[in-house]
């Protein structure tokens, strides 16, 4: 049950209402969000819910069946919209495309994706400064002194970034330097990490875990949502099967069921959904087609070069055919982009 | 090793070629499909292959390094087409779509859904009248007096039909009332099966495994053009998952991945791949921009009173806004349908 | 619902009963087994099982929840026996080893393996004939040739066989050379093929599907039986996950699962489980102590030279210290085997 | 390759190492734990190690192909004995058995536990105070302060306890309040916390991953050896398929596969293994079988009353005939065990 407050409710409305939960044997959780306030809480037994609509600060109840509340369709129809920057919002319908090296790995590097995104008129750019690597003898990522340039060069040019957050104490290191912060697979289910960025103002982008159900992804969205975030984005990037023959399985099921069951923002990450680089773009233009409201793409000046997955990323002439072709399906779906008109159109 | 040989090679020739390839340690299996003959080898050492190249009624020799060989387009980079009927190819660049309902139920339903075909312009009818059923308490279909039946009515209206055959013994009995046969998912490593379906001269379409790889689809399809057929169609289906949110995870990973490393034509069954009525119709738009070559669609005039699968089927209304779309997305893809042009156009 | 009839039940009496059956809705599918007859019927509605109870020519009326019936122990509490040979059981609480080659391959392997089962008082060889090879290229077996030798040897030793039929004409062609009929992965839901082997009168093993499930296997179960075969044995060998350090993932969960809700005797193949020769005997004494009815196990006399599957099959030497392992075990379980005392003891 | 050196190497010594190391083109990463100090690198090209082996302050240079190395067995062939208490050693070839509830409840609740652990002769106790829950309405664990109050409890009882820790900052506040450390299967891939605990001079038992690999497990031992701790136990707890019976698959191949590669000792635990109450005792003594080290289960004073996975939970009967048969079964494979004799013995 979601119990919606009046803005600034008295507090002793908000001890009313509480009590009267406690009494209906409820155990109501407090969410504070930047836009709202919240009581919820799971209901086992029938409850008259009027009993709670009638009190004094209630401005709405709403009865939720499923087991995540505040991430859920039924009692939030409408899409949620993202601000990501004065250019971009996502889940207004319109269409936002990030792209960006796997590593960040050196200033002339960031500039020269930045121009190319800046040519491309795509606004958010993504890139790992703390990377999640199998091996600890692999490059872990340049870390927080990377992060800084990056954003201050990023910012310069008009451009948000996304970057992946693997552990709480970097959040408040992360955050005068970054945009985004990006949830990675490994951590779909580290729950202190997802309730501590609860806690922040800028949007949380929560990616799908290596072998994490539908469900597993909006109680992880819950996770940030009731500790006081509501600017979450889910993304699809491959589940982990007994097929070799590819990276990952890229499963666009999760588009329309993602978008059936949550308001929640949907992108996914064909790059890392297929993990080889000549089928990036056809599985991109899938994604499209299938619903999603953004890509997250990985692209290099010289992929053969990049300090990690090098044999999944797009280089610039490949990335801005795609650009073209994505552009071209978005009008045929009526939808808006805010990428530069290119001179490409063929679907590959 | 692919041995081409001469289309009417003397017999004499044959023989010398075959005992050389022995003395080399082959052991060359022969392949007569309708158009070809082939010699078929495993080669484990490295041979040079001008010793067979040179031999009167050698046209060409190609070295193939897949476990596949005669499907795989290491030795033919073009891609194979088949005549479905005279309205109907498939594997030349156009798009084939074939609809119709899980189970065939009775006549009157085959005469409502053929119309509904002709009027869209769709020249191929899918239905089951063997059906494989987990239990063996549910409907098994009406056997082969339903399929004389769809048959009869289907070849009156100019339509080709497509159904599955589960038995050896169903392959002879079935052929004067069929067009296209079917291998089922869980069929998809019934080698006798699929070794007795290489003597037919009907294309065969044969369906991925419920847990099967790209590999075991090639190499099944690979039975049947070993044992002389190649009119061969390949279908993703969706494959079994953790995932309990759909009944399969489409994979359309698989459709690019097929089109590199086979020149068979690849189509894509969304209502099995999802299994959710309302979702069908995304996943069908996602699958053309995936590039494959056809749609293999449930369709059914009432879903709600279907014999099986109505969960999943979609009525004429949905189904004729879906064709639309398709036609629409096709035309942005520059590829070919014979459907006639519809009405409706909105992409979601 | 499983109504027991009984043994000579007039026409009359049956007749009745069905049309008793069609009144209240029912479909009754009749069953006659070498030692029963049933009728079982899916039940959608509350019934009065006393209205059928009643009725002359019937023993019995049982209430099956589970949607398979006749393989269920919520009607049949005690575990079926079958009777392998004058010296096997199975089901019976003692323990059954079956033990031999993945391929029969000439008849001086036959003669050597049932050498060495008879030394160590083995009575049921394993081997294949008919081999389901994923490459057509690769050796598909010696055939029925094959068979009849190694079954004319094998009883001239007092040693039954089993061996896999893959299609539905090989059942009446191994009939007279067969003792046990075995159902591969890759047939475990080739329902046409289940369906015939319930109309024979000698056991059947059915091995669970690559990416079967336990309700899989029941069901698979399920049609030989209501075909007309009790004589079934359910066989865990290992499913595909996306583990690549070995063939397959045991999955010894599935035998208690398996005898808890079935009353057939459930075998385990650790050979095909893990798929390493030097793992594969722990794997046979963790399946001994998960409660299984038997094992199935490939050996050879030079495993390095074995047409196939020789790197998951265990040496002579490898072997007999296996079984004295499993004799020990046994004892500590309180298990009666008919295996020869043999001398070594060690638990590996 | 490692480097092992001396144990007070000095320091111009070390430079000097790690400068010819940089020579051949390795990046070598030192590591310190408690007994020993290496220099670690990952060799792309073929090295004489004997270049290296000759310098002063080294003791050996083990080349090592896997892509883990300290956990590898390449370079260590014996087994590492960790002590847990004066009591308990695992990983020396006897058996260790830690058991407790899911959820630390009350000091009852703990007096209980304690009390039946000592008179089973049982010396490490399991409970969660950080508790991973999918849902965030769910209880979270009664956190540092049950955790002190057990932890004092248990040390009056002379039991170890081992506990999850979930998060960077829980390591230093549990630091004083526990004897061993728990990584969960949904932080199998938290590398930062993994890292962090290689800092710490207590041991550390990690979880395979929900759909963890083997090789996945290895590679986060490796991050916690390589940061300086070699306390390791590794541990199965049942991998996620599409198997719907039970909540997770054992996966019992691991045990003997993880102890061929690995010197580090295995745990199981069948709790989660499996997931239901009943096959708990069936699925330990099958993993005692497998050759593991020592099983991980979960116990309760009553079950049915437990804050959570009451339904995978042993009561006190239960949990001591099982102790009683695993003791039997230990005897039978010849491993010591601490546990006190008890009285019951038949093996199901």
């Known amino acids: 049950m979601i119990i919606q407050l009046e803005k600034n409710i008295k507090e002793s409305d908000l001890e009313r209402i509480k009590s009267e939960c406690i009494k209906l044997g409820l155990k109501p959780t407090t969410v504070n969000t930047a836009s709202s306030q919240y009581l919820v809480s799971v209901v086992k037994n029938e409850i008259d819910i009027r009993l709670i609509g009638s009190l004094s600060g209630v401005t709405d109840v709403h009865r939720v069946s499923d087991d995540y509340k505040l ?152 996770y940030v949502f009731s500790s006081g975030n509501e600017k979450l984005i889910l993304c699809e990037r491959g589940i982990r099967t007994f097929e070799r023959a590819y990276r990952n399985t890229l499963d666009l099921n999760a588009v329309p069921i993602l978008k059936d069951k949550s308001h929640l923002p949907v992108v996914v ?46 280089n610039f002439e490949e990335a801005s055919r795609l650009y073209a072709d994505i552009k071209q399906l978005l009008k045929f779906f009526g939808v808006e982009c805010e990428m530069v008109e290119g001179s490409s159109a063929s679907g590959s």
């Open 269 to 314: 990450d064909p790059s890392h959904g297929i993990g080889i680089r000549k089928h990036v773009p056809r599985m991109a233009l899938a994604a499209v087609a299938s619903g999603c409201d953004g890509l997250l793409l990985e692209i290099h000046p010289e992929p053969e070069k990049a300090f990690s997955d090098g044999q999944q990323t797009l």
């Open 71 to 222: 991430v859920s369709r039924k009692w939030k129809v409408g899409y949620t919209t993202i601000e990501l920057n004065k250019n971009s919002r996502i889940g207004d319908g319109s269409f936002c495309l990030m792209a960006g090296p796997c590593s960040i790995e050196s200033e002339s590097q960031i500039r020269t994706v930045l121009k190319h995104l800046k040519e491309n008129g795509i606004s958010v750019m993504r890139g790992g400064v703390f990377k999640p690597r199998t091996s600890p003898y692999s490059f872990q990522g340049l870390g927080l002194e990377g992060l800084k340039l990056w954003h201050k060069l990023a910012a310069d040019n008009g451009v948000s970034i996304i970057s992946e957050v693997m552990a709480i104490d970097q959040i408040e290191k992360m955050y005068p330097h970054i945009d985004i912060y990006q949830v990675g697979a490994r951590n779909a289910q580290n729950f202190p990490l997802l309730h501590e960025l609860g806690k922040v103002d800028k949007p949380v982008l929560i990616k799908r875990g290596m072998s994490g159900t539908i469900d597993d992804l909006l109680h992880a969205a819950e």
